[in-house]
């Protein structure tokens, strides 16, 4: 299985500021066929199902602020939160389907501070 | 737009099946692949399986030996069964949508709103 390891684990930022998340896999997640990392990213509120964010590591759901960003390939990825709102404190997941089974990371809490 | 809703029980008794099913509604389940994901009480996500509307399967080999997921075409419903339940199962159990592009499933982009499923013994 490929696993899936972010940090922080949690993260407390000002209104406004950027928020960064890091994801790191065992493995690379590149697929070759049409160079893209298999790679997304999901925000889940309480109470909520998970919402996606970020697919193919870089590119925003329809309908995602554009204050949310997604950076990285081979192992390395960050989702970015340009200026945080009251609204995206949550807890944040990114998982791989490069292969199966599919894992997500453990999760990133972010508060507002 | 399309939505899932779960229905099943919500308290299911230690060496039992827990059996789910995941109604599709405002779109087709065709060219989509299915899949169960549950989440234990303050946890994170753990994959079970997916399924494709032909009806191939994949399933997370941690569960595979007591894993089933099923699709009813004519329905728009696809199911799970978990057998021989332990309390280590008891979760949140969504039901999602998975996009397909070319290579295989892509990510989770229709998510239904969970059900919780106790196991008691």
């Known amino acids: 299985d490929i696993v899936m390891t972010q940090s922080p684990d949690s993260l407390a930022v000002s209104l406004g500021e950027r928020a960064t998340i890091n994801c790191k896999s065992s493995q690379s997640l590149l697929y070759t066929s049409n160079n893209k990392n298999c790679l997304a990213w999901y925000q889940q509120k309480p109470g909520q199902p998970p919402k996606l964010l970020i697919f193919w590591a870089s590119t925003r759901e329809s309908g995602v602020p554009d204050r949310f960003s997604g950076s990285g390939s081979g192992t390395d990825f960050t989702l970015t939160i340009s200026s945080l709102q009251a609204e995206d404190v949550a807890v944040y997941y990114c998982?791989?389907?490069?292969?199966?089974?599919?894992?997500f990371g453990q999760g990133t809490k972010l508060e507002m501070k | 737009q399309v939505q899932l809703q779960e229905s099943g029980p919500g308290l299911v008794k230690s060496s039992e099946t827990l059996s789910l099913t995941c109604t599709v509604s405002?779109?087709?389940?065709?060219?989509?692949?299915w899949s169960w994901i549950r989440q234990p009480p303050g946890k994170g996500l753990e994959w079970i399986g997916y399924?494709?509307?032909?009806?191939?399967?994949n399933y997370n080999p941690s569960l595979k030996s007591r894993v089933s997921i099923s699709v009813d075409t004519s329905k728009n419903q696809f199911s799970l069964r978990l057998s021989s339940v332990t309390a280590a199962d008891t979760a949140v159990y969504y039901c999602?949508?998975?996009?397909?592009?070319?290579?295989?499933?892509?990510?989770?982009?229709?998510w239904g709103q969970g059900t919780m499923v106790t196991v008691s013994s």
């Open positions: 998982q791989q389907y490069y292969s199966t089974p599919q894992t």
């Open positions: 405002g779109g087709s389940i065709g060219n989509y692949y």
């Open positions: 399924i494709y509307y032909t009806g191939s399967t």
């Open positions: 999602v949508r998975i996009r397909r592009y070319s290579g295989g499933p892509d990510a989770s982009d229709i």
